[in-house]
């Protein structure tokens, strides 16, 4: 992926959590008037242990869940409204959001989605920039190794450029070589002005990317 200081300088976002207060109906409240503010090219680290809250937090910022109270606005506007702007949610379990036959379909949806042209480039792009070959393709996204199938994961929240992506535990089942390529991916994302918001259950990882740290 190439990116030029002229990506970053054009991309001037702001998304911003405002007293969100969050619990699950039959649970704990998971938080209580949280405050954060991430400016383009930041990146958030929010880390804890397993039943923390840090994919909940993620569902709140793509919209998929409402705060009892509180707003999540991306540029002022609140998340899950029409005009929120893209988004790339890289979810926990991979196959979770996997529905297409094949891998180039999978990655081709949002791009499509969103009108962008030049698909099959955009495609290729992606999944060479998350170390996989073009053979992948072809294959179903429901019969790739643990690994391979989050790194499609990955090529699936960036081929339509958001502005704003979501990563869930992104180095969980990947090997040496796919943990650096996750972590370039990280850096080249922030270098491009992108507002980025990672969890991690493990202490350490990932923390020298982060620009701020939110430990639940
Ligand atoms: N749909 C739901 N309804 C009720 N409770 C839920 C729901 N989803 C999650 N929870 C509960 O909310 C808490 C936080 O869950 P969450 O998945 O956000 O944690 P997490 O920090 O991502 O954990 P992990 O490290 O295991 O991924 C847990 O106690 C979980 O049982
Ligand atoms: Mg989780």
């Given at each position: ?178 943990k650096e390529i996750v972590r370039k991916i990280l850096k ?29």
């Amino acid at each position: 992926m190439n990116f030029s200081r002229e990506d970053s300088k054009m991309l001037n976002a702001e998304l911003r959590l405002i007293d969100v207060t969050f619990g699950y109906e039959d649970g704990k409240k998971l938080f209580d008037r949280l405050n954060v503010r991430l400016r383009s090219g930041q990146l958030l680290l929010v880390q804890g242990p397993n039943g923390s809250g840090k994919t909940t937090l993620l569902k709140l910022v793509a919209g998929l869940l409402k705060p009892q109270s509180g707003s999540i606005l991306l540029n002022g506007i609140p998340a899950g409204d029409a005009g929120f702007s893209r988004i790339g949610y890289v979810m926990q379990r991979a196959e979770d959001q996997f529905f297409c036959e094949t891998v180039f379909d999978e990655i081709a949806f949002s791009a499509r989605n969103f009108g962008l042209d030049r698909i099959a480039e955009r495609v290729k792009e992606a999944v060479r920039s998350v170390g996989l070959t073009e053979d992948v393709l072809s294959k179903s996204p429901f019969q790739l190794s643990d690994g391979e199938a989050r790194r499609v994961a990955i090529a699936c929240a960036l081929v339509h450029e958001p502005l704003l992506v979501l990563f869930d535990e992104p180095l969980i089942g990947l090997d040496r070589v796919g943990k650096e390529i996750v972590r370039k991916i990280l850096k080249e994302q922030k270098g491009k002005g992108k507002i980025l918001i990672v969890t991690s259950h493990r202490s350490g990882n990932l923390s020298d990317l982060a620009d701020v740290v939110l430990r639940l």
